[in-house]
């Protein structure tokens, strides 16, 4: 479902990848394909960048970011609309026996892995 937002960031190729072979990716591989704005090494650090942002944010005119937005978010008015089918979609395949035996197998392996 939140593919539409993933793929407009990290652009089709990337998103292809992320969608087709489902292997994990790394918070470097997500930064180089612009997913994240940057990598931080511990909570603290996150957490005096987000402070640091807002700062700076907050000193810009609202006019200015508001329109800004607009700009940003220009060609995503039908998402409500692709969003819906995009969720109508993936529950349909969540219950195929396909995607519940794939769940059941991930379950059972997490609860291994618990153990």
Do not use: N
Not at 7 to 18: D, H, I
Not at 21 to 34: F, I, N, T
Not at 64 to 73: N, T
């Amino acid at each position: 479902m939140i593919g539409p937002a993933v793929e407009r960031r990290v652009g089709s190729a990337a998103y292809a990848q992320l969608a087709i072979d489902a292997d994990w990716r790394s918070a470097e591989w997500a930064h180089a394909r612009g997913l994240f704005a940057g990598i931080h090494a511990s909570v603290a650090e996150l957490d005096a960048a987000v402070a640091a942002l807002a700062g700076r944010l907050s000193g810009f005119s609202r006019q200015a970011m508001a329109r800004l937005k607009a700009v940003l978010w220009e060609g995503t008015d039908h998402w409500p609309q692709l969003l819906d089918e995009r969720a109508r979609i993936s529950g349909e395949l969540v219950v195929t026996p396909p995607a519940t035996a794939a769940i059941a197998a991930a379950r059972s392996a997490a609860k291994a892995r618990a153990t």
